[in-house]
Structure formats: structure tokens, C-alpha cells
T-cell receptor, first 114, second 114 residues
Framework: DAKTTQPPSMDCAEGRAANLPCNHS???????VYWYRQIHSQGPQYIIH???NNETNEMASLIITEDRKSSTLILPHATLRDTAVYYC???????????????FGKGTHLIIQP | DGGITQSPKYLFRKEGQNVTLSCEQN?????MYWYRQDPGQGLRLIYY???????QKGDIAEGYSVSREKKESFPLTVTSAQKNPTAFYLC?????????????FGEGSRLTVL
């Protein structure tokens, strides 16, 4: 699976949009971009994933650049409860028979300021 | 409600003792995983299982053992051979045997070796 690069930490004011970047310059054509978040001392929670089109759900929006080498997770109206570590992961949908899970790096620690 | 249940949430153990962490899911998922997380770090894969009675080593399997006798259960034993067992342990499952799609995580078990 391709590697990802994320800033270690970011701040955002409550009520503003939080934009979390992720670089994945070695992504291949069949690899999806997944985002998870982990609130302190809890299990990670799935947020969203996409291949090349922008995606939106009730939690967030995912914007993938046309060359697919980077993406941005957008939390449209950040609240204090959105303070968490956000993981960007690149993963092939078909792993060739190996259900080896997802590789989680250190992620971005997003801190929402009141 | 459907989900993944890990127990115990906190566990203390003396050096040289084996300890077993429980993971149960009622999501009817085929694949299950165990991850380890150290402070300030990402998640590292210990073991995974695609189907009953089958499991594979992840990146850091040494000092750990698992079993998958039932679809719903994937217990992890931390043996005395694990040199640095103090960590946060996370169990996850996914509906797809190939590991595609989202992972659902439990709330974790925090093991401290005294």
C-alpha cells in the first residue's frame, strides 16, 4: 500500500471548517483513500473513503485532487468533540487474498479551540 | 446493538504471566484483527483472521498468540515472551474477507505490566 504524509498537528477554531491535508504521491490506480479518527483512549472510527471523485457524508467531505496525489478531509463546522487524531490511509480495495488490515501511521492531531 | 466488545478495559499483570484479551463481535463479520498502539504512535498489526480456524501473523506477532474457533470471537494472548507488553490493544473487524472496506473497532484494552 502507498504511504501517506500528514502534518503532525493542526488547530482550528470551533465553528470553522477544519481542512486536514494528506499527501499520497505514490498512490496507484486501484487504491482508495480512507480516513479514520481516534478520540483519546478509544478505538478508531471510520469517517469516509473515496477513489477519485469527491465524497460527502454526514460526518465530512473528502476532496481528492485530479492527479490523486493528495486529498483533504473537510469537517464543515468543527466542534470541540472533533478534537482527535485523524488518520489518512491508502488501501487497495482488492488486496490479492491478504486481509492484512489497514496500516495506521501517526496521523494529524486536530485540536479544536473554543 | 451490533458492535465489537473488548474486555477487560484495563488489565494489570506481573512479569512472566500470560494474559488473554477478549474480543467478541456480533456484526457477522468474516475478518478480525488485533492491533497494538503505543503512546503517541500509530497502530501496528499483530494478527488477523479471514475465516474461522485460520489466522495470519501481522507485523509484530512475536510474543502473541490467537485463536479463531468461532466467527464471533478472536481472543489474543500476550505471552511472557513479549518483551514489552505494556500497550493499548485494539480489536477490529470487517465484513470483507479480503480486508476491503471499513474496519469497525472495539474500545480497546489497556494492559500494564508491573
Amino acid at each position: 500500500d502507498a504511504k501517506t504524509t500528514q502534518p503532525p498537528s493542526m488547530d482550528c477554531a470551533e465553528g470553522r471548517a477544519a481542512n486536514l491535508p494528506c499527501n499520497h504521491s505514490t498512490i496507484s490506480g486501484n487504491e482508495y483513500v480512507y480516513w479514520y479518527r481516534q478520540i483519546h483512549s478509544q478505538g478508531p472510527q471510520y469517517i469516509i473513503h473515496g477513489l477519485k471523485n469527491n465524497e460527502t457524508n454526514e460526518m465530512a467531505s473528502l476532496i481528492i485532487t485530479e492527479d490523486r496525489k493528495s486529498s483533504t478531509l473537510i469537517l464543515p463546522h468543527a466542534t470541540l468533540r472533533d478534537t482527535a487524531v485523524y488518520y489518512c490511509i491508502v488501501r487497495s480495495l482488492y488486496s490479492g487474498g491478504g486481509a492484512d488490515g489497514l496500516t495506521f501511521g501517526k496521523g494529524t492531531h486536530l485540536i479544536i479551540q473554543p | 446493538d451490533g458492535g465489537i466488545t473488548q474486555s477487560p478495559k484495563y488489565l494489570f499483570r506481573k512479569e512472566g504471566q500470560n494474559v488473554t484479551l477478549s474480543c467478541e463481535q456480533n456484526l457477522n463479520h468474516d475478518a478480525m484483527y488485533w492491533y497494538r498502539q503505543d503512546p503517541g504512535q500509530g497502530l501496528r498489526l499483530i494478527y488477523y483472521s479471514q475465516i474461522v480456524n485460520d489466522f495470519q501473523k501481522g507485523d509484530i506477532a512475536e510474543g502473541y498468540s490467537v485463536s479463531r474457533e468461532k466467527k464471533e470471537s478472536f481472543p489474543l494472548t500476550v505471552t511472557s515472551a513479549q518483551k514489552n507488553p505494556t500497550a493499548f490493544y485494539l480489536c477490529a473487524s470487517s465484513i470483507d474477507k479480503e480486508g476491503a472496506g471499513e474496519l469497525f473497532f472495539g474500545e480497546g484494552s489497556r494492559l500494564t505490566v508491573l
